[in-house]
């Protein structure tokens, strides 16, 4: 864990810069081919930063896009919905202080090949879970415990398409950008399911919907910009 310096204060501060430029602006939204229609990138900063600087820096980043999120469920909420989640600052800042967190230990364990087995395996089983919810809220199925064993072949190809994604050099960059992007999904729809806004299917759906495509841009900016950024930091 790397000591606090003024210049890690000085980086946290441009980079809630940043993140404030992206929430306030149509560039922390990136289109994609999906019914959500656009991916925020609102965390990638946050993860970039936990990769880069450790776990404490990350989460000080995150309590910016927390402060972030809450200032504009206030002051220009996009959304009825998201101005009631984000005016709550346990929804606000948890999640987000937790993504440099996650992203960080998950960026270290993939270095050992064991950690990385049981990182896709709880993403196979999360993967499971989702997807029966997913159909269940489309009612294409009943809700029935013999229902749910169906659905562990979806695991199962999580499972092992991220094991065979891991493999790689760039698996503790991939690892922790996954982890972060999908702690500050988890986290916030959790949120709202245990406050009652959303019920545990929407949650489910949107989690599928939204997160998915979110995850898959932070992975591809988060492997864009570490290498290029982690010369110029660790020269500096």
């Avoid at 430029?21 to 900063?45: D, E, K, S």
Wanted: proline share 7%.
């Amino acid at each position: 864990m790397k000591k606090m310096t003024l210049r890690h204060y000085v980086l946290a501060g441009l980079l809630g810069a940043l993140i404030a430029a992206l929430g306030f602006t149509p560039l922390g939204m990136v289109p994609v081919p999906t019914p959500a229609g656009a991916a925020t990138i609102l965390h990638v900063p946050v993860i970039i930063a936990a990769l880069l600087e450790g776990p404490v820096f990350g989460a000080m980043v995150g309590f910016l896009f927390g402060a972030v999120s809450f200032w504009r469920a206030i002051v220009a909420p996009s959304n009825p919905v998201a101005q009631v989640m984000f005016t709550d600052p346990v929804t606000a800042f948890v999640p987000r202080i937790l993504i440099g967190l996650v992203a960080f230990y998950a960026f270290r364990a993939a270095r050992d090949e064991r950690w990385r087995r049981v990182i896709c395996a709880l993403c196979g089983l999360l993967a499971w879970d989702l997807s029966y919810r997913v159909i269940l809220n489309a009612g294409w199925v009943q809700a029935h415990p013999i229902n749910y064993l169906y659905f562990f072949p979806a695991a199962a190809a999580v499972a092992y398409f991220l094991f065979r994604l891991l493999s790689g050099e760039k698996a503790p960059v991939i690892a922790g950008a996954l982890a972060g992007s999908l702690t500050n999904t988890v986290g916030v729809l959790g949120m709202v399911t245990l406050r009652g806004i959303l019920p545990p299917t929407v949650s489910a759906v949107v989690a599928v919907v939204h997160g998915l495509p979110e995850a898959a841009v932070a992975v591809l900016l988060t492997l864009m910009l570490y290498n290029a950024l982690k010369g110029r930091t660790s020269t500096t």
